[in-house]
């Protein structure tokens, strides 16, 4: 009877641990669609008891870090700097996890602060996509060769004629990723109505940007009715004005271009 007892118990035992283990290899073969949904309803945001509550005219700045921590220091002095800053909420977007970079973060005492965290990352993937499959075709490999090799995505190489690199394709994807993320997801920023800035780890913002970022905004539909994307930066050394003011000591200047990543991606 005793023994009969015990491996019943076993049986049981054995069946709450099947159901352990199934529930975590689909957590784990599932964790982007589980991490998503985690992060869009649960997060933290720093400093929120000590800074007035998120605005519908409160701008939001959105910061991509890697991992160039010496430049994202600077950064962070220039916003700490910048008049108003108090009243905006900066979302660090990382798709490297490092302690020092969470402690620089964490550490931001002049406004509020949240981070998210990409989790399609090639930290996380380092052998398989989006990080670098073994099957890949290479960067300069001929079509012709890929296609003979049947290394994957043979057929598509890109329209410089090479293939596609980890590291550089995951600059694209988190961009993507975290302004969806911003825009569609968060609870905190899905409904908000204001401004959202995009930066980067090796941006520096001068004291005055916010004040000159509101200013276009309220100018922007007059002077460029079609307008919905604004730049606070440009590597173009051609410029296409629109001046308002009737003060000539005065005046506001507007550059309209068309948008291209490579030249107005400042903003």
Known sequence: MKR???????????FFLAIFFLKYFFAVSNDGELDGKQESDHYTILNQEIFEPLMNDSTIIVIQVHTRITYLRHLI???????DISKALLIFSHDFYDEEINELVQ????????QIF?????????NEFPGTDPRDCKRDMKKEQALITKCQNAQYPDIH???????FTQTKHHWWWKANRVFDQL???????????????DHYVAEDFLYLLSMMQQKAFELCSKCN?????TYLKTFNYYTYGNNHKKKFVLNANKVASSKTHLN
Not at 4 to 14: P, T
Not at 77 to 83: D, F, G, Y
Not at 229 to 233: F, Y
């Open 4 to 14: 009969y007892f015990w491996r019943k118990c076993l049986v049981v035992q054995a």
């Open 77 to 83: 002095v220039s916003l700490a700097q910048a008049r």
């Open 107 to 114: 550490s931001i005492d002049f406004c509020k602060v949240m």
């Open 118 to 126: 990409y989790p399609f990352s090639i930290q996380m993937h380092p």
């Open 161 to 167: 004629g090479h293939y596609r690199e980890a590291s």
């Open 187 to 201: 609870e905190v920023t899905r409904h908000h109505t204001g401004l959202v800035l995009f930066l980067e780890e």
């Open 229 to 233: 994307i604004m730049s606070l930066g």
